[in-house]
């Protein structure tokens, strides 16, 4: 029988259960990330916040990056709005299409969509911040 969470190798798991994934990212977690978080640089041999692998890392970059995400700062810009915008975009994409049906497979290279949509959201807030200098 197939749960939430399912063993696909000694040292992996997998599951697209939205409650078992919260827990396996969440704070403090007991699971660590697979190799294919490497997928996530941009740079081969160069980790971004996503590819990084060594916790001690990661939470020292977090550290450092917490305040730009954090919201404070950012209040009043309106860049929420923009990466809501960017999110309603990928999902329509995904939906008209990528999503398959009992006859036709369609497969999203999702990286590559992910990727495209950092540029969108990062072009967003720049046309935002420029729109402030003018």
Known sequence: MVGPLVRIGPNELLSTD????RKMSAVRSLYTKGVF????RITPEEDTIVSLRN??????????????????????????AGIDRQIRTLMNLIDAKYLSTATEYRPVQFFQKISFFS????????????????
Request: charged fraction near 30%.
């Open 18 to 21: 939205p409650d078992v994934l």
């Open 37 to 40: 978080y490497e997928t996530g």
């Open 55 to 80: 916790e001690e890392a990661h939470r020292a970059l977090r550290a450092k990056m917490g305040t730009a995400f954090g919201g404070k700062e950012n209040e009043g810009f309106g860049f929420g």
């Open 119 to 134: 540029l969108d959201v990062i072009g967003d807030i720049c046309e935002l911040i420029l729109g402030l200098f003018r």
